[in-house]
């Protein structure tokens, strides 16, 4: 696969923001001739320049800024664990845990235990807050392994 085509979003992105940028300023220089000669001025390239890029970065920050922060900043908290983005996680822990019990006898509260302590589960990076601790830590138990039911 090609390098334009690999990153065929990226390229197709930045060919919209250099359209743009330049159409903008195109027609901005077009504005400002008018408005400088409807005042009588003759329309200086250097005094446009300062005008586009004051209104280029207030749209700049204004929109890009506060999508980017969205975005970005969104997907950071997600990364790090806030704990509303961690509630489908907590059930999902739950139910993984349960199946573990289930299918892993007496092994496997064991087994979640040592996967608990590797990952970290167990020192505040995805501590359950949806649940009690008991809740989480009991589910699947009273179920028959399924090696058990399979040899009776």
Request: net charge negative; proline share 3%.
């Amino acid at each position: 696969m090609g390098f334009f085509k690999r990153y065929g979003y990226a390229w197709l992105t930045l060919a919209f923001f250099a359209v743009s940028m330049v159409l903008h300023l195109h027609f901005g220089w077009l504005a400002f001739q008018d408005t400088a000669t409807d005042h009588g001025q003759t329309p200086e390239y250097s005094a446009f320049l300062t005008e586009w890029a004051r209104d280029v970065f207030e749209n700049w920050q204004s929109e890009f800024l506060q999508l980017l922060w969205q975005v970005v900043g969104l997907a950071y908290f997600l990364y790090i664990g806030s704990p509303s983005s961690k509630e489908n996680d907590d059930r999902m822990e739950a139910k993984i845990d349960a199946l573990i019990r289930i299918t892993g006898g007496k092994e496997g509260g064991r087994l979640i235990e040592q996967l608990d302590e590797l990952y970290a589960r167990t020192h505040g990076n995805s501590d359950p807050f949806a649940h009690s601790d008991e809740l989480a830590r009991k589910a699947g138990e009273n179920v028959p392994h399924v090696a058990a039911r399979a040899t009776s």
